[in-house]
């Protein structure tokens, strides 16, 4: 069924002016001007097609055509209030949902969300695996952590890093470079080629060669010793983005997330 268009400025004007009895009061309440809401009532009045104040002897005087309508229209706004409290209900709540491709939960996100969970028992994590682009509306999103060059086309925070590193196995392994999609070799001059970066890492780990990753995924494996570094680690154009659309990044427990991700 159509929905009626309902002009709720003009209604919220009714309301204030019907409990104030004066426009000059109810002015007042809204921040704006008495002739403000003399308008305002007459358009509401013009669109509904009766009178809802008189002014007589004693003053501004509700019409019954005014009165009747009076108690559903507070209880609209107080339903109003009540839809929009559990709109906001989401930006306190403890359970945040966050997609990032999966070596990066692995070898970065998953630590770091424990460590973060130990400071506030009632924070809840929802892990969701994802390389691309994500919908934020249909996976019901609240953050996301992209490779690229910037957050694209939502709001964004780099995550930093010393840019890319190559490993390889305590005491060295196979003579070949081990090559992922997206990353700084040439595929074709690689004999062993996997999925993404993480599996490179635990590749090189085992001994099949050599492998040029992100310093920011490789960092925990060569503090344990189970590759390390070739040289130094390198600048590079691409990056690790924690990204989300306007309105979940004014969240509050999205700016509190990004914020110790990013400590």
Request: glycine residues 10%.
């Amino acid at each position: 069924m159509k929905r009626t268009h309902l002009p709720l400025n003009g209604l919220r004007v009714l309301d204030a002016a019907a409990r104030h009895l004066s426009f000059t009061r109810a002015a007042d309440e809204l921040a704006v001007t008495p002739a403000a809401v003399g308008q305002q009532i007459r358009a509401l009045e013009d669109t509904l097609g009766v009178v809802l104040f008189r002014r007589t002897t004693k003053g501004l005087e509700l019409t019954p055509e005014g009165e009747a309508g009076l108690a559903a229209l507070r209880h609209g706004f107080l339903q109003f209030e009540e839809a929009v409290r559990a709109m906001q209900a989401g930006q306190t709540s403890k359970s945040l949902t966050i997609a990032a491709p999966r070596d990066l939960t692995e070898k970065w996100l998953m630590p770091r969300l424990a460590e973060i969970a130990r400071s506030d028992g009632e924070l809840r994590f929802v892990l969701v695996s994802a390389d691309e682009d994500v919908d934020f509306t249909e996976a019901n999103l609240d953050l996301a952590i992209r490779w690229g060059d910037g957050p694209g086309e939502h709001e964004g925070e780099a995550i930093e890093s010393e840019g890319m590193i190559t490993i390889e196995r305590p005491g060295g392994g196979i003579d070949t470079r081990i090559s992922w999609p997206g990353c700084v070799n040439d595929p074709a001059t690689s004999l062993v080629r996997v999925g993404d970066a993480g599996l490179a890492l635990d590749a090189a780990a085992q001994g099949l060669g050599r492998a040029t990753v992100p310093e920011l995924l490789a960092a925990a494996d060569i503090a344990a010793g189970r590759v390390v570094a070739i040289g130094d680690p390198k600048p590079y154009r691409l990056g690790y983005w924690l990204v989300a659309p306007l309105p979940q990044w004014r969240q509050k427990k999205v700016k509190a997330l990004v914020e110790a991700l990013t400590a």
